[in-house]
Structure formats: C-alpha cells, structure tokens
C-alpha cells in the first residue's frame, strides 16, 4: 500500500475525465471488484440532496447555509484583524523608533504562535465539539487585541508578545472551521460554500488596510484601529453560540450500511498524510502562496508609499509625523474587488474543467501562481516611473494569485478522510506559515535593511533596497506553481482512496513490523530482527 501512495497516475498528464482508466465519475459493476489499489472500486451512487443531507445531518439547508454565513463573517473576521497592522504600519514605526526587520517581526512572531497552536487545535478538532473551541479562541484572541492597543512606546516587545496571543483565536478557529463546512455539504455544494468562505480572505484583508488607515485618519490616533475588531469578534462568538451545530463527522460521505469512522492515533494520522503526495504537495504549492501574500501584505502599501516619495508625489514620512498617504486604502479595495474575482474565478474554471479533466484544480492552481509571478515581478519595476501602471499590474497579478484559495481547501477535503481533516488542516497551516508567510515579512525587511547598509542614506535608497527584496517573491511563485503540477500527478488516485476508505472499502495498511517473537523470562515478546543473532 505504501508503495502504491508514491507512484503516480498512469493515465496521460491532461488526459480526459472519460478516458481515465475506472474513473471517478464512471458507473461501476459491483462494491466488490478489485482494483489496483488494493481495494474495492467506489460505489455508485448519487450525492444526497438538501433533504437527504437534512436526514443525515439533522440540519435544515437554510441553517446550514446560516452556519456558513457565521464562519464567514468570522473567517472575514480574522484576516480584517491581521491586516489592520499593516494599514498602520508607518505609524507604528514612528512610534516606537524601529526599521524595517523589525517591523517584519510584528507579522512574524503572530504567524509563528499561530503556526505552533495549529496541530494543538487540528488534534483537538478531530476529537473533540469544534464549536466550544472556536469560541473559547475567538473570546481570547479578542481580548488580548483590545490590550495591545494600550502599549506604550517604550514596550514594543510587549507588542510582539500580545500579536504572537493573538495566533490562539486563528489556530481554533482557521483549523476546525473548513472541516464543519465539509461535513454539512458534498460535491458541488461544498465547494460553492468553500468559496464563499475563502471570499472572506481577500475581502477581510482589504478591509483590515481600510479601518486601519481611516480609523486612523478620523480618531487621528493609530491605537483606534487595533480597537476595532475585538468587539466585533465578542459578536462573533455570540453567533458561534447560538447559531452554529456541530454535524456528525464524513456522515455525508459515507454509505448509510457503512460502518462510522473512528479516529486513529495521532502518529497514524500524520503517517497517512506524509504517504499521501496529493496533499503534500498541494500543501507545498500553498506554501509559495502564503509567502507572497504574507510578503505583499505588510510590505505592499509600505513599498507605494516611498514609491510616491521617490516619484514626488507625496512628502517623505519623518519622525514624529503622522504619515500621509493613501496608498494602505487603495492597496485595501485592490485586494478586496482583486480577492472576490479571483476566488470566483478560480472556482468556476475549475468547475467547468472538471467535466473534461479530472486534473482541473491543481492545474488551475498552477496556472494561477506561474501567471501572476511575471505581473509582480512588472509591478515592483514600473514603480520608479508610474504608480498607476504598478497598481494595474498588482490588480492582475493578485487576480491571478487568489484563484487557488478555495480550490486548496477543496482538494485537501476529498484527499483525506474526515477524520483526520483538521488534522491535515492545521499540518498544511504549519508548513504553509514555517516556511511562508511566518518569515517571509521578516526576510523581506531583512534582505531590505542589508541592501541599505551598503548604499548611501537617502529615499532612494530606501525604494531601491525594498524592490529588490520584494522581487524574491516572483521567484518563489514560480516555485509554488510547480509543486501544483505535480500535485496534478497523483490527484485521481489520492481522490479514489480516501472515497473507498469512507465507504469502507478501504482500510489504512499497518506500516510493515520488522520485529519477531522470541522467548524471554518465561514469555513471548516482540524484538527487532536486528538485535536477534543468528
């Protein structure tokens, strides 16, 4: 079994859904047939409707729908706090005195904790009621946001310490939350409501830039913005209370006369997903998609604000100014209009392909990264001779880049069974941050201050040392869009093996024991062959 999880698909690389060899969609003579999996062929069957998924569930259409609209609102939630930093960002840096590696280290040190927590949570989701989790998160993580709004200037490591708290609420909720939508809806269903949450991304991005920088315009203090959110997250765990229930887990997957899934150890967990190269990859792929956007979103508005300065067109930021500028709300309403195109887009063509190529959405994702690193790399250019062709050339390459949000999640819920969904979540969270967006606004910064040091002090200076270190991020897009292409390899068969074990079809193969029973004191036991002299 284990060897069959590292090859790949025999069928030709954009071969047609009907021309694959016992295709997914394609009828099926009996449970029983044996396949090259080792295992039965999925069972025919037509996806329940909003009825039958009631009589499953015990949820209505309409309150599931509802539940969805909560988890939106809070995943939108979310991301409108992590990016209201970044819309304050030159504030903040005036404030407490510090360059550009440590501003880096805000985003950082937040992405980190979050990083940490999120196999705690994935571990727990699995187990445990998701609901109660998300909202003990969401209550902490808004009370430790309103705190850090009263740190005074000489504690900014205190700031550091309250955004790293701030990972808590995102790890029970960012880990457990996809996993509700999967158990609630199938096929075509879950994956339109996949991409209504996943809008939340973009939008609550572009809305963090926006309250930061006009809260801030009209208290005339940049502490107002981080006041924002908390009371909006209180409402929000209000909502979790009342109106979402917890559904029982991969019930809508499996045969009503197949036995329920039980959760295995964590070890046998994690096992399962390093053998399945589908969500290895994928989760690869999302990797260079974190480390852009992480990048782009706390260094984007900074790298057009000295842009303008270099150009004239807006006076430099000096010490003890407020700084002037407004680039934080169009970079914000860019990601928003950017975000919601994107992610709708990029469902729509995959759904389409789909029809004709079982491949669609990794290959769709690929698409999207390997087109938008050109349009990024055209962007940070053209920023010394026009802004408004750099703000045309980030509206394309961000389109591009948001295509894979929801197609990400789509692929990680039909690649791993439900019970180790959060599991997987909070594993494609950790590898995703560690070696994204957890320190891709730090080595920006970083690369940006050492490019500095060597040249003369000036604005200039300052524009030409953050291009250069903005430019990585084209390089690692290109990265990303290749791990994407081999996902496309292995799709089809990682997809047919977690059908036939939730149908119970399929059963998970012990790794192989090299161990032996010897006599010893009286009893048998199990000892290593190699400790065993013949």
């Known amino acids: 079994m284990s060897g069959l999880l590292g090859q ?24 029983g047939k044996t396949t090259s999996l080792g295992g039965s062929e999925p069972q025919d069957r037509e996806d329940p409707d909003g009825e039958g998924l009631q009589l499953i569930t015990g949820i209505s259409s309409r309150h599931a729908t509802l539940i969805v609209g909560v988890l939106c609102y809070i995943n939108l939630l979310n991301y409108m706090d992590r990016f209201t930093v970044a819309g304050v960002l030159p504030d903040i840096e005036q404030f407490f005195s510090i360059g550009d590696s440590s501003s880096g280290l805000i985003q950082t040190v937040f992405i980190s904790s979050y990083m940490i927590l999120a196999p705690v949570f994935g571990y727990l989701g699995d187990r445990y009621n998701r609901k109660y989790l998300m909202c003990g998160g969401i209550a902490f993580w808004s009370l430790v946001t309103l705190g850090s709004s009263f740190i005074p200037r000489e504690r900014f490591w205190l700031l550091l310490f309250t955004r790293g708290l701030v990972g808590v609420g995102e790890a029970s909720y960012s880990t457990i939350a996809p996993t509700l939508i999967a158990d609630l809806f199938v096929a075509d269903q879950r994956s339109r409501m996949l991409s209504i949450f996943y809008f939340a991304i973009p939008v609550g991005s572009g809305l963090g830039y926006i309250a930061g920088s006009k809260v801030k315009d009209v208290a005339g203090d940049w502490h107002w913005a981080l006041r924002v959110t908390p009371g909006l997250g209180m409402l929000a765990v209000l909502l979790l209370f009342l109106v979402v229930r917890e559904p029982p887990r991969g019930a809508v997957e499996r045969h009503s006369d197949s036995p329920p899934l039980s959760p295995t150890s964590w070890w046998a967990d994690l096992r399962a997903l390093a053998r399945n190269p589908s969500f290895v990859l994928s989760s690869l792929g999302f990797t260079a998609v974190a480390f852009v956007t992480g990048s782009l979103a706390l260094w984007a508005p900074a790298f057009l604000l000295r842009a303008r300065v270099v150009l004239g067109e807006t006076p430099p930021c000096l010490p003890g100014d407020s700084c002037s500028s407004s680039d ?31 491949r669609a959405d990794p290959l769709v994702c690929a698409a999207g990264l390997l087109g938008s690193a050109p349009f990024l790399f055209l962007a940070l250019v053209c920023a010394q001779n026009s802004i408004i062709v750099t703000y045309v050339f980030i509206f394309i390459g961000e389109i591009l880049l948001s295509m894979n949000w929801a197609i990400v999640a789509d692929i990680l819920l039909y690649v791993v069974i439900p019970t180790r969904r959060s599991t997987a979540e909070a594993f494609q969270i950790v590898l995703s941050h560690l070696l994204g967006d957890a320190g891709s606004p730090y080595l920006i910064g970083l690369i940006s201050d050492r490019l500095r040091r060597d040249w003369p002090p000036s604005f200039l200076s300052q524009f030409r040392a953050l291009q250069f270190s903005l430019m990585l991020c084209a390089f690692v897009g290109a990265l ?45 036991t199990k000892v290593p062959v190699s400790s065993v002299l013949i």
């Open 328 to 358: 934080s709300l169009i970079f914000g309403v860019i990601t928003c209009v950017t975000g919601i195109l994107g992610v709708a887009s990029g469902v729509e063509i995959s759904r389409r392909l789909r029809r004709t190529n079982p």
């Open 480 to 524: 990303g869009g290749a791990a994407f292409l081999g996902t496309a390899m292995y799709i089809e068969g990682d997809r047919k093996r977690a059908l036939l074990h939730v149908q119970g079809l399929l059963r998970d193969v012990p790794p192989p024991d090299d161990r032996i029973v010897v006599p010893q004191r009286g009893r048998s």
């Open 8 to 31: 790949p698909d025999t069928t030709p690389f954009l071969s047609q859904a009907d021309d694959t060899e016992e295709g997914m969609g394609g009828p099926t003579p009996g449970a």
